[in-house]
């Protein structure tokens, strides 16, 4: 199961704040896009060492899914 930590004021998943990513914890440097379906709230983010991510929200099973979209160039 994906680990996907969130600010939560009003309402759960606010804000994704960190990510669990092949055993390592990435934080959230940027918030990119957020969407929401009937079923889900999505977020692509970028995390402080450059790599980018969907992280979805299933409401109806209260879990997390990671989807890396790309990682930082070399060099």
């Given amino acids: ?14 804000r994704p704040e960190s990510l669990e990513w092949e055993g ?20 692509r983010v970028r995390t402080i060492d450059g790599m980018t991510f969907d ?6 099973s209260d879990q997390w899914t990671v ?3 790309m990682a930082p160039k070399p060099g």
């Fill in 24 to 43: 390592t914890e990435k934080s959230v440097a940027e918030i990119l896009h957020r969407w929401r379906t009937p079923e889900t709230l999505g977020f």
């Fill in 67 to 69: 989807i890396p979209r």
């Fill in 1 to 14: 199961m994906a680990q996907v930590r969130c600010y939560a004021g009003s309402t759960y998943p606010e």
């Fill in 55 to 60: 992280l979805i929200y299933d409401l109806r």
